[in-house]
């Protein structure tokens, strides 16, 4: 069975009691109501990935759901990549040229597109100038995923005057909002339970995914999985474990990607590489994209997960790693610190020093790991998991076209 | 005459992003008396249904931030001290907060303030109801529909009821008092209180005072 092909019942197993039920009966309210979704690509990242879930889901609910992706060609999707920089707080130039290019493109691609619908949910900047096309009937609304909370001024100035031509924008934290004159919504990503990278696997898979890693069970595993990234500080997290290894006999897993199309990636990961070098209880392991099954595995294989990154997104690594049961300690930043209650299902920490005493704590109490992992699980299930996230899609459509 | 029936309807909470921070406890204080009282509300009572356990360090998102991201714990305590469902408007809520706020900061100088933390953001609530279709007419029936309902619906009845309807015991106890005559179970209901737990806790004990009732008085299943 495909990702995409998993009918809702199959979510009775891990949602909370009643949640499948409850989103039946709330779609019976927008039943044959058109949702729109559009943005810029079908595969790869993370907001093609929860579509990837989502649309269906939504359209066995009855909900007349379409997904459109915008086309364009190289120049304007350097042009989108600098707006992503730039939202997040990049020095980005951009010419007026650029900018006109972005536009002629945008307008041809609100031509071809089938944008009619009682909710339009356009995903990122990149298609976010499509507003100028709108049509009179339906509402439209600006789902922006990154942290826009520093933006590069020149750009957002660009960008904010087709944001305000929408009904309502949602942003994934309160941090990451930005003074609009539209409504603004709070929606928390997701993680699917279901998908490779969080379905449950036997013991037997998970050991036979370590060994292809080269990732001996013989000992506590502290893991950290994340791209090779200076805010996520894998370096600190190196610093940490060797104040801890000196109390106990742990092995560290630095799992992520990123690497191989980002040179300040690779930069990152040649200095966690010299910091891990001579000590073979340090596995720094450069995974590719698709490697869902093998972080699936390793989160499963740890004893304790950090995260401890000193600026984060949302981080549902952290999410993830709950999910399967982990204590986590994440840095006290962004996301993390919805995710992350401290003292019940791990610690929030702002140093070096403080992600080592955490562990110690933990690695010293195995009842209290078990207990905060346990009680993450439950967190996660009843705040993070996609059944959460349709059911805050299908209220927005509830609250906007009512 | 037959009872008439008890509808369990649920809810979701849709999140609106105010825009408005605090960085200090003056702002905070400021900010409480200017708010609108969907997010006094949100802050506060539906803390409840974001949460299925009672494991926060306290139950309100003021009394966490202050004494997480300012490190001011007495504040913290003070703040954490106050039960929402205590109070029989938001506005009655939203004076007690400010009031505690400023009597802390009338003597402090400089006001505490986060330094390495993050500021608070104000959301507002939107609450969407939702007809659940489940529909009961006895005690049995009520108490099987409460064990297996979405855990919104808890909330709605037992909690939101309370303070958004007026309701000082809830829907649950209204009309088990109201169309079953069950006075003294009624009663019994309408003091469970969720100010340490979270509403899985709330519903055990609400099935809890069901069972015992159903156990003495199987004549009324």
């Known amino acids: ?402 | 005459m037959s009872p008439a029936p008890f509808a369990f309807v649920g809810c979701i909470e849709l999140r609106e992003i105010l825009g408005r921070r605090a960085r200090d406890e003056r702002e905070l204080m400021e900010a409480l008396e200017q708010v609108p009282a969907e997010s006094i509300y949100y802050h506060t009572d539906s803390v409840f249904l974001r949460r299925a356990s009672g494991a926060t360090v306290y139950a309100n998102d003021f009394a966490n931030w202050v004494g997480a991201q300012i490190g001011d714990h007495v504040l913290a305590e003070r703040l954490g001290m106050v039960d929402p469902f205590q109070f029989g408007t938001l506005e009655d809520l939203r004076e007690e907060l400010v009031s505690i706020v400023a009597e802390h900061i009338a003597d402090l100088s400089p006001v505490p303030r986060v330094v390495f933390g993050e500021p608070f953001f104000f959301v507002r609530s939107h609450l969407v109801e939702v007809p659940t279709g489940l529909e009961v007419r006895t005690l049995a029936e009520f108490r099987r529909a409460a064990a297996e309902v979405d855990m919104s619906a808890i909330y709605l009845h037992a909690l939101d009821a309370r303070v958004r309807r007026g309701i000082p015991g809830g829907h649950f106890a209204q009309w088990i008092g109201r169309e079953l005559g069950l006075v003294g179970l009624a009663d019994r209901l309408s003091r469970v209180n969720p100010y340490l737990g979270g509403l899985e806790d709330l519903r055990r004990r609400i099935l809890e005072l069901l069972d015992a009732e159903l156990a003495a008085r199987p004549s009324t299943a």
């Not at chain 1, 990122?124 to 709108?134: G, N």
């Not at chain 1, 994209?289 to 990154?309: E, G």
Request: charged share 20%; with cysteine; aromatic share 8%.
């Open chain 1, 1 to 402: 069975m495909t990702s995409a092909s998993i009918p809702i019942d199959a979510y009775r197993e891990v949602a909370p009691p009643g949640v499948v039920d409850f989103l039946l009966r709330l779609a019976e309210r927008v039943r044959g109501r058109r949702f729109v979704h559009v943005n810029s690509t079908r595969v790869g990242g993370g907001v093609a990935e929860i579509l990837n879930r989502l649309v269906p889901m939504l359209t066995e609910l009855g909900v007349d759901t379409t997904w459109e992706v915008i086309e364009g060609d190289a120049d304007f999707f350097t042009v989108t990549k600098a707006f992503h920089n730039a939202l997040q707080g990049a020095e980005v130039p951009l010419a007026d040229a650029q900018l006109e290019h972005y536009l002629h493109i945008s307008r041809k691609n609100a031509v071809r597109l089938a944008l009619a619908g009682d909710l339009v949910l356009i995903h990122d900047p990149q298609p976010a100038a499509l507003v100028e096309a709108r049509p009179r009937e339906g509402r439209w609304v600006w789902r922006c995923h990154i942290d826009l909370s520093t933006p590069h001024r020149r750009v957002w100035a660009f960008l904010r005057r087709f944001i305000s031509w929408y009904d309502a924008a949602v942003f994934s934290l309160p941090a990451f909002a930005h003074p609009l004159s539209i409504p603004q919504f709070l929606v928390y990503p997701s993680i699917d339970p279901l998908s490779d990278k969080n379905r449950p696997l036997e013991a037997r898979e998970v050991e036979t995914i370590l060994a292809t890693l080269a990732v001996p069970a013989d000992k506590p595993m502290l893991l950290q999985v994340s791209r090779f990234d200076r805010f996520k500080d894998p370096v600190g997290v190196i610093n940490a474990y060797r104040m801890v290894k000196r109390y106990y006999d742990v092995r560290l897993v630095l799992a992520g990607g990123g690497a191989a199309d980002d040179p300040e990636g690779a930069l990152v990961l040649a200095e966690v590489r010299a910091a891990a070098s001579g000590d073979p209880d340090i596995h720094v392991l450069d995974l590719p994209a698709d490697a869902h099954l093998q972080i699936n595995a390793l989160q499963r294989a740890a004893t304790i997960v950090l995260q401890k990154s000193t600026r984060e997104g949302f981080g549902l690594t952290v999410a993830e790693a709950m999910w399967k049961g982990k204590p986590v300690i994440g840095g006290a930043t962004g996301g993390i610190m919805v995710q992350v209650q401290p003292g019940v299902t791990g610690y929030t920490v702002r140093s070096v020093e403080g992600a080592a005493f955490r562990l110690r704590q933990l690695l010293g109490d195995p009842g209290l790991m078990r207990a905060m992992g346990e009680a993450g699980r439950e967190h996660v299930r009843q705040n993070f998991l996609i059944t959460r996230h349709l059911r805050d899609y299908l209220s927005l459509l509830v609250h906007l076209t009512q």
